[in-house]
């Protein structure tokens, strides 16, 4: 009698084991029979948008206006934590070729990679906001795109770090506070004789250049 009731038990039990193995269903992409076109996946309606991927507003999330033309200013608030991040961001992303200061003299270029233009000349100091945006965005001859690693905020956060930095190899004298221009001046001073080049670090003011 036990033997019995124990053999009852276990096929019990084995049957419960099924649990919900065994239905009904169509796993994704495989083919059928209920539709015309022969997918069990229906084709998304025209125009479908993933929830919160619609980015609608062309200046955040292409650098262009509503002309199609890119954006002369930066399109988000200019805030200390926003230059901030985008130092560190540039710092890991960017200057492994563009180098810290934008010279584009990296660790990568030391080694042997494509050496960017400095962002210290005239064309790049004289560029729109947005460029910038795009050619993180979708990346410019050599160098590949960004957008993957660098969400559409943090290239903004870079742009506004590429604006610090080109200001400080572009400021006018008179831009400078006392001490700053004092600091300067002893340290052309100081530099070996033997190279004047590096006499004068001092940029002409402004005004000596009109
Ligand atoms: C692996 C090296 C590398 C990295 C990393 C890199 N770049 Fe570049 N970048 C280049 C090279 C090389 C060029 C020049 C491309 C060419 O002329 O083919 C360039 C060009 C540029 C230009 C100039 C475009 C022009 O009109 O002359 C900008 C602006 C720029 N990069 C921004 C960035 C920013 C911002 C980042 C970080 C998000 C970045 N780059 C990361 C290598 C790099």
Not at 2 to 28: E, S, W, Y
Not at 165 to 171: D, E, K, R, T
Request: glycine share 8%; with cysteine; aromatic share 10%.
């Amino acid at each position: 009698m036990r033997r019995v009731l124990f053999l009852t038990g276990a096929l019990v039990l084995a049957g419960c084991r099924n649990d919900m193995h065994q239905q009904a269903k169509i796993t994704p992409y495989r083919e059928s029979t209920f539709f015309a076109d022969g997918a069990s996946a229906r084709p998304l309606p025209d125009g479908t948008v993933a929830r919160g991927f619609l980015n609608a507003d062309a200046a955040l999330y292409r650098g262009q206006g509503p002309d199609g033309k890119f954006v002369e200013k930066i399109p988000v608030p200019l805030t200390r934590e926003l230059l901030l991040r985008g130092q560190e961001r540039f710092d890991i992303y960017c200057s492994p070729c563009h180098g810290r200061t934008g010279e584009g003299q990296g660790m990568i270029v030391q080694r042997g990679f494509k050496r960017p233009m400095s962002y210290h000349i005239e064309r790049l100091r004289a560029e729109r906001a947005g460029y910038f945006f795009d050619v993180m965005t979708n990346g410019f001859g050599q160098m590949s795109s960004y957008a993957a690693q660098v969400p559409p905020d943090d290239r903004w956060a870079i742009v506004a770090w590429i604006r610090t930095l080109q200001a400080s190899h572009n400021m006018p004298r008179e831009f400078l506070r006392k001490e700053d221009e004092e600091q300067l001046n002893s340290a052309a001073s100081e530099s070996s004789p033997s190279s004047p080049s590096k006499k004068s670090s001092l940029p002409p003011s402004s005004s000596e250049t009109k």
